[in-house]
């Protein structure tokens, strides 16, 4: 099984609304991954967890809170967004300890900031 | 800094051709290589990893190569179905802060029926 899955699909949201984007995997992997997209771009890293402990935080503004409650689950807390906040929220896991294994994304959420 | 470049950035070929696709990199110093598929609006889906002492991998009608010292990969598709159109985006892993991929540009792909 080489599946990350994301909740919800997608979410329209206002600026002063609080929500929250899921990830999980199952595959034991130990680096789990935030990345935003926006439309016709690569992926921009966001934020990295290894072992449930940040690791990487690409100076993301604080609107965005990341969470890492155990190995299997990753949040992404959003708060008083603006609408350039707009994109596909990926989430990504690989599996930990070296640089060599393959990196597996999730089909990502579609936000929308009104 | 590590810049890594998809030509070209759309590419439309007849069914049942074969097809290459691009990517180049600036910095040799890297772990490996992956190639990623990505349909409209969604994920990005593992097509191929390989490593930086790979020369080759093989899945299927897939085949990406890598040369390391030219900083060049290419990714294979033998007999192209409308199945494949798609954003194909390669990553390469850097030696130094290796959970930061770097992508390409991407080439969108069209397969033409």
């Known amino acids: 099984d080489t599946e990350v899955t994301q909740t919800p699909k997608h979410l329209v949201m206002g600026m002063t609304n609080k929500k929250s984007l899921k990830c999980e995997q199952h595959?034991?992997?130990?680096?789990m991954y935030w990345y935003k997209q926006k439309a016709k771009k690569p992926p921009e890293l966001m934020f990295v967890?290894?072992?449930?402990?940040?690791?990487i935080n690409e100076s993301v503004p604080s609107r965005f809170s990341p969470e890492c409650p155990n190995s299997s689950l990753l949040n992404l807390h959003l708060h008083a967004l603006q609408p350039e906040d707009s994109a596909l929220y990926l989430c990504?896991?690989?599996?930990?300890?070296?640089?060599?294994?393959?990196?597996?994304f999730g089909p990502g959420t579609r936000l929308t900031v009104l | 800094k590590q810049e890594v470049t998809q030509i070209p950035a759309a590419l439309s070929v007849p069914e049942g051709e074969n097809l290459v696709l691009n990517c180049s990199f600036t910095?040799?110093?890297?772990?490996?290589l992956q190639w990623f598929r990505q349909d409209p609006g969604k994920g990005l889906t593992s097509l191929l990893l390989?490593?930086?002492?790979?020369r080759e991998q093989t899945s299927g009608r897939l085949n990406a190569s890598l040369d390391k010292s030219s900083g060049r990969s290419t990714l294979y598709i033998a007999a192209s179905q409308p199945g494949d159109s798609a954003t194909y985006l390669c990553?390469?892993?850097?030696?130094?802060?290796?959970?930061?991929?770097?992508f390409g540009t991407g080439t969108r792909l069209t397969i033409i029926p």
């Open positions: 990504a896991s690989r599996h930990g300890g070296g640089p060599y294994n393959e990196q597996f």
């Open positions: 595959m034991g992997h130990r680096a």
């Open positions: 967890y290894s072992y449930e402990k940040l690791s």
């Open positions: 910095d040799s110093a890297i772990y490996n």
């Open positions: 390989i490593q930086s002492s790979q």
């Open positions: 990553a390469v892993r850097p030696l130094f802060l290796h959970e930061k991929l770097t």
